[in-house]
């Protein structure tokens, strides 16, 4: 069965850092690329970045661009994304998305999401 | 590219044919996905490639169109189906519609 699961969401002041997980199973990950879409409170969905297997080549959104940095670690199953410089409207519950078929980005498997709160 | 989804909300009856649709900004042939999420949920894939049933989903859920127009179609809305729907284009970065939240009065 495959399975997400990100965790690292917290409560950080304007300005500050954070670091999200997003461990996965029941697939061979180091064959699949992997986003990271967001939904603020009251908004839509937004995809923020995405990460190649193999290569690792990444891709972000115009709006996190030079302040999120996606990774992954294919031993560990798992893929990041590093939260810089956050502002208040970078609150938003945090996915993870399985990209079945890259490039086309079908994400085909999410996991449950992670709150990040920026507030002072 | 922008993406155009409408409407943005609506109410309809069990039984109800619903329909939602998607317009691109530019041409971006069938590269055009539906998601369903529930609060709370994660997002789950109905629809991929603008009409390919994803595997498991009901068959009263399908899609359709080519170049910049798209449909979503619940043919016969049933209670389990209220959540906001969104289309997801493809071009050289992923990018969603505004979403549709459907109401099953």
């Known amino acids: 069965e495959v399975q997400l699961l990100e965790s690292g969401g917290d409560l950080v002041q304007p300005g500050g850092s954070l670091r999200l997980s997003c461990a996965t199973s029941g697939f061979s990950f180091s064959n699949f690329a992997m986003s990271w879409v967001r939904q603020a409170p009251g908004k839509g969905l937004e995809w923020l970045s995405a990460i190649r297997a193999g290569d690792g080549r990444t891709w972000y959104a115009d709006t996190v661009k030079g302040r999120f940095t996606i990774s992954r670690d294919d031993s560990r199953g798992t893929v990041y994304l590093q939260l810089n410089s956050l502002r208040g409207e970078d609150t938003a519950v945090y996915y993870c998305?399985?990209?079945?078929?890259?490039?086309?980005?079908?994400?085909?498997?999410w996991g449950q999401g992670t709150l990040v709160t920026v507030s002072s | 590219i922008q993406m155009t989804q409408s409407p943005s909300s609506l109410s309809a009856s069990v039984g109800d044919r619903v329909a939602i649709t998607c317009q691109a900004s530019?041409?971006?042939?069938?590269?055009l996905h539906w998601y369903q999420h529930k609060r709370g949920e994660a997002p789950k894939l109905l629809i991929f490639d603008a009409s390919i049933l994803e595997t498991g989903v009901p068959s009263r859920f399908s899609g359709s169109g080519y170049g910049t127009d798209f449909t979503f179609t619940i043919s016969s809305l049933q209670p389990e189906d209220s959540a906001t729907y969104y289309c997801q284009q493809h071009d050289d970065i992923p990018a969603f519609g505004g979403g549709t939240k459907v109401e099953v009065k």
């Open positions: 530019r041409h971006i042939t069938n590269q």
């Open positions: 998305a399985r990209d079945r078929d890259f490039p086309k980005d079908v994400f085909d498997f």
